[in-house]
T-cell receptor
């Protein structure tokens, strides 16, 4: 059973507001990821982290920012939300990968569905 | 060219049939491959991973990998209506990032 939690699950907010999507995992995983997914569309990696104080931008350009001050916590922030930010945001974590035993499985949170009016 | 290519479907099969889902990838250096299942409105969940050429079986699921042809497939035997979902093929790149395909929607008809 995966122990990764996202809040809020649903958020409706007006244009220009600052929002933070929270993601926490209790598995001690070093690697954490944020994906963006529109309904019926593919997952796009927007941010990832390999450990504390490590953050990288993903393949899809995003105006959001992330931080990794603690291993278990990987919040995503939008300073000024716009309607184009409306989407589902999925957080995931991984314990890493070893050739003898694949531990590269990503565990996903339940997602945060953001609607910006 | 996308790194991971899948036919979007829908792939429709009758209950009890074998469903065959296919995926091609462009990076010959990719070593690890994953199949995730995503129900509508839910998060993806891992079904299988494979990193050696050949077949890997787990219950009703068989993953097949052919690195020479850059091809990964997932076979679902005795398909059930509960298998109806979107199936995502993914590979792990050299930076330990998981790159997903756009997914194939499977519909199992009762």
């Amino acid at each position: 059973e995966a122990d990764i939690y996202q809040t809020p699950r649903y958020l409706v907010i007006g244009t220009g507001k600052k929002i933070t999507l929270e993601c926490s995992q209790t598995m001690g995983h070093d690697k954490m990821y944020w994906y963006q997914q529109d309904p019926g569309m593919e997952l796009h990696l927007i941010h990832y982290s390999y450990g504390v104080n490590s953050t990288e931008k993903g393949d899809l350009s995003s105006e959001s920012t992330v931080s990794r001050i603690r291993t278990e916590h990987f919040p995503l922030t939008l300073e000024s939300a716009r309607p184009s930010h409306t989407s589902q945001y999925l957080c995931a974590s991984s314990g890493g990968w070893r050739r003898d035993r694949n531990t590269g499985e990503l565990f996903f949170g339940e997602g945060s569905r953001l609607t910006v009016l | 060219q996308k790194e991971v290519e899948q036919n979007s479907g829908p792939l429709s099969v009758p209950e009890g049939a074998i469903a065959s889902l296919n995926c091609t990838y462009s990076d010959r250096g990719s070593q690890s491959f994953f199949w995730y299942r995503q129900y509508s409105g839910k998060s993806p969940e891992l079904i299988m991973f494979i990193y050696s050429n050949g077949d890997k079986e787990d219950g009703r699921f068989t993953a097949q990998l052919n690195k020479a042809s850059q091809y990964v497939s997932l076979l679902i035997r005795d398909s059930q209506p509960s298998d109806s979902a979107t199936y995502l093929c993914a590979l792990m790149d050299s930076s330990y990032k998981l790159i997903f395909g756009s997914g194939t929607r499977l519909l199992v008809r009762p």
